[in-house]
């Protein structure tokens, strides 16, 4: 069980790295704090998520897994720059239309995903 968990683990991570280099980095073309104005390389990218990765998977940061981060603790904290689509009234909505709608497929289906996290919450 210990060897699926830390699977799993890097598992996420690896997802995790990959997924802010090729979407959420990919219009970061120039640096603005340090070195402002040159160039950002993709071992650069890959760099910072790596050290993204490897805060959000440090427990003695957040003390808990299955609990929720804040925004502001991730913009504070990891320095991300994160849209509040809360913030837009029809993105709000969507967003919940969407996540009711999967949730609900989901429970229909019995999916062990959602009933595993139905507990740990």
């Known amino acids: 069980m210990l060897a699926f968990y830390e699977q799993s683990k890097n598992l996420s991570e690896s997802l995790l790295k990959n997924w802010l280099t090729d979407y959420k980095f990919k219009d970061w073309d120039t640096h603005?704090?340090?070195?402002?104005?040159t160039p950002v390389t993709h071992e650069e990218k890959q760099e910072r998520a790596e050290e993204i990765a490897a805060k959000l998977s440090n427990n003695q940061l957040w003390h808990s897994h299955g609990r929720m981060i804040g925004m502001q603790k991730l913009r504070n904290e990891l320095r991300l720059e994160i849209e509040d689509y809360g913030a837009v009234p029809e993105q709000r909505e969507a967003i919940r239309r969407y996540c009711d709608t999967l949730t609900?497929?989901?429970?229909?289906?019995?999916?062990?995903?959602?009933?595993?996290?139905?507990?740990?919450?």
Do not use: A, K
């Open 104 to 121: 609900g497929y989901l429970e229909r289906q019995g999916s062990p995903f959602y009933i595993f996290n139905r507990h740990v919450q």
């Open 32 to 37: 603005r704090t340090t070195n402002p104005g």
